[in-house]
């Protein structure tokens, strides 16, 4: 009777494992597929998959699992387009030292796309929801960084997947010392943020202010969360600083990816869920200083406020 139980679980076992498998293959399957006419319809004939990402931008195990198997369906197609070895494309993104964090951002887009030679872009984005893991696929022209064109589609979250997800390959650590780190924050941890709003449709991740010189900048990370579209920030007297003395600073500097400005306002396209750097700086502070009442950023529609900030130095 014993023996009849352990082998009727074994069968369950296989049976499950099949089926997960099954269930994986079919979905990448028909992603690729509505993926491979979209391009076809774009006319790009030669094309690039990279790493896919967490919506934090870190490369795992099953990001770059997936990424591979979306090349290598992809490069089946037979809808007239060539698509770029990965390992060929990993030695240009660390030779030219590219996209280091698994984002795709304008520039980083623009200067792949030259030196690989490519006409298109396909990135994506893994989110565990449930019982699965939700994939978003997108086709990102290389000269400009917009999206074609996107689909999505669930896998089955199994135990293998799960194991995959959690390994990260961002930051070269093993999988244990980044979970330590993030059950276990502290101020040695930059990749961490500090505070994090939403707020006009858009994600500000704060990751630190530091004090130097009598000038404070302030670095946070973007991201858009609707559809491609333009963010003003405003510098100047629109954009303070308080201290706990009451004192109020004006912004000085602003930027936001590549744009920057003094004391005056930058305007951004900002592409769906990539995430961009930015910071605002203040000067004439007091040394004396040790940490912020209130920061407020004002984006022409809306504020973003984060309170009670640490200065570093």
Known sequence: MKSRRIILLAMIFCLTTVYSASAYEAEIK???????????????NKIAVVDFTDLQGDVTELGRFVAEEFSVALAGAGKGFKVVDRTHLKSIIKENKLSATGLIDPETARKLGKIAGVDALITGTLTPLGDSVRITVKILDSSTAEVIDA??????????????FATSLT????????????????KENPAK???????GGFAFQLMGCKLLNKNITCSFVI????????LFMNGGQYSTLFDYEGNEYEAGKVQVADLQKDGDWVIKRLVSEIPVKSSISFVGISSKIKRISMLEIDCSGFKVKFH??????
Do not use: W
């Open 193 to 199: 943020p500090l505070q994090t709003t939403k707020t």
């Open 151 to 164: 689909t999505s589609g669930n896998l089955p979250k199994t135990e293998a997947v799960n194991v995959l």
């Open 171 to 186: 930051a070269g650590a093993p999988p244990s010392d980044k979970n330590k780190k993030e059950q276990h924050p502290t």
């Open 308 to 313: 009670d900030i640490p200065l570093s130095k």
């Open 223 to 230: 991201t858009n969360l609707g559809k491609d579209r333009k």
């Open 30 to 44: 028909k992603m690729s597929a509505t993926m491979a006419e979209k391009i076809a319809a774009t006319e790009k």
